[in-house]
């Protein structure tokens, strides 16, 4: 049986919940709370988590200098490209605080190979190895056996490389890693300038072409590097700071001599 709320009895139910102490109505319709939605609500719609393949970055292989070098110097078909080939070889760090790259100096067909060190403040800076001081030296002892860089047939000519085309700071001794890097370079610019002797100047020519350091004891014995004999000798260097090592050098200098004449 349907009832009518009378505005009596509307009255009296304000105010019975007046005396049950509400202040204030929620809204301003009531709202029926035995009403039924139309529709039951929807469960979440569920995340197919076994057709979520989760995307792994895939790491990149970290840069082998060593195997990087080996690979670009073989690929050098010749002195000039041998040369793009180390300006575009990016681990060495030694290039970002040298000026210039300093790759040879003299005649590639002479029969003697002279491999220094690394560049000085004067190679840097002129881009040739062997100007500065211990360079004139250099020049002056070769000259005594009729050598020269300036020379220009193969018999009477010089050809003059360094293990390190780049100066290192305050001069500093080349440490492993780096000798390691430039080696395979090194080798294949033997192999392109195809002299009959090399000479090993100073401790870092020998450990790079012989493997082993100690001038003092292997200056004047004739050995192998490079598929070539080679001489180990006193950096000139060294005998600026050491004049009484001269003698030894001379020693050397006429072993060569007589090397290169075919009489050793």
């Not at 009296?12 to 609500?41: F, M």
């Not at 009484?244 to 050098?249: F, Q, T």
Request: net charge neutral.
């Amino acid at each position: 049986m349907e009832s009518t709320l009378t505005p009596d009895a509307a009255l009296a139910s304000l105010a019975w919940q007046i005396e049950l102490g509400a202040t204030e109505a929620i809204g301003d319709a009531p709202v029926n709370r035995y009403d039924l939605p139309d529709k039951a609500a929807k469960p979440a719609a569920k995340t197919d988590t076994a057709t979520v393949t989760p995307v792994i970055p895939t790491p990149q292989a970290k840069a082998d200098p060593l195997a990087e070098a080996e690979r670009a110097a073989a690929a050098a078909p010749t002195l000039d490209a041998l040369r793009a080939a180390l300006a575009a070889y990016p681990h060495c760090d030694l290039r970002r605080g040298a000026r210039n790259l300093v790759f040879c100096d003299g005649i590639p067909a002479a029969r003697l190979m002279i491999i220094g060190e690394a560049p000085g403040r004067d190679e840097d800076i002129q881009g040739k190895p062997f100007v500065g001081r211990a360079g004139q030296l250099l020049d002056r002892m070769f000259d005594a056996i009729g050598l020269s860089r300036g020379a220009e047939t193969p018999g009477a000519a010089l050809y003059i490389s360094n293990i390190l085309p780049w100066r290192p700071p305050q001069n500093r001794d080349p440490n492993a890693d780096e000798i390691a890097m430039m080696r395979p370079f090194m080798a294949r610019h033997v192999e392109l300038a195809n002299p009959d002797v090399v000479v090993l100047m100073g401790n870092i020519s020998c450990e790079a072409g012989l493997g082993k350091r100690g001038i003092t004891r292997l200056r004047g014995q004739w050995m192998q590097a490079y598929g070539k004999p080679a001489l180990p000798m006193f950096h000139p260097a060294y005998l600026l700071r050491n004049p009484a090592a001269k003698r030894e050098a001379w020693a050397d200098l006429l072993a060569l001599k007589a090397r290169l004449a075919g009489r050793a």
